[in-house]
């Protein structure tokens, strides 16, 4: 059964990069079927759709992120990483990994909250 | 950037009731409409993708339909365990974007 599980720092100060990944667990990240996602979701508000990565490198990010973002994927490790740079309050929510198949997404990872404060 | 718009935003529903969530488009998107729940503390589970093709292992109480513009989850015969936030998501136009969400809670 696939699993994701996000991992990084709790706490991001402002200016910052927020760094997350997020390991697979069930199935090979190098499979050519799925893409692997970013979605967000600040605290008590709706869901954000960050950006997609293929495991050939190819990705998509949010235009209203994408000069922040970086994606990528390490197969040796059956990972793939997130890094947003710059961050401010308005960054802190949960992050969320997971597969994109036919174009809808999943499953999800557990999330993991990331907080921006000094 | 297609915005998705639910509603209602809340719903508070006895147990065995139906349920209707809207979900409607800026624009057309076809059928690239998908559903999530979200319970409590949990992340977001895909429960009828394409419009109306209902995920495997999901309750048959679930169901969706429309095209266009203009899409419906029903919950037939709410069960308690359907407290959750639900949202739609769409994939026809980049930006991928959800609705803003539905709360249903039982009361």
């Known amino acids: ?118 | 950037e297609i915005v998705l718009t639910q509603s209602p935003d809340f719903q508070s529903v006895t147990p065995k009731e139906e349920v209707t969530i809207t979900c409607r488009a800026s624009q057309s998107i076809g059928v690239s409409l998908h559903w999530y729940q979200q319970k409590p503390n949990q992340s977001p589970k895909l429960l009828i993708k394409f419009a109306s093709q209902s995920f495997s292992g999901v309750p048959s109480r679930f169901s969706g339909s429309g095209s266009g513009t203009d899409f419906t989850l029903t919950i037939n015969s709410l069960e308690a365990e359907d407290a959750a936030t639900y949202y739609c998501h769409q994939s026809s136009s980049l930006p991928w974007t959800f609705g803003q969400g539905t709360k249903v809670e039982i009361k």
């Open chain 1, 1 to 118: 059964q696939l699993q994701l599980q996000e991992s990084g720092p709790g706490l991001v100060k402002p200016s910052e990069t927020l760094s997350l990944t997020c390991t697979v667990s069930g199935d090979s990240i190098s499979s050519d079927t799925y893409y692997w996602g970013w979605i967000r979701q600040p605290p008590g508000k709706g869901l954000e759709w960050i950006g997609s990565v293929y495991y050939s490198g190819s990705t998509y990010y949010n235009p209203s992120l994408k000069s922040r973002i970086t994606t990528s994927v390490d197969t040796s490790k059956n990972q793939f990483s997130l890094k947003l740079n710059s961050v401010t309050a308005a960054d802190t929510a949960v992050y969320y990994c997971a597969r994109v198949i036919g174009a809808t997404v999943t499953p999800w990872g557990q999330g993991t909250l990331v907080t921006v404060s000094s």
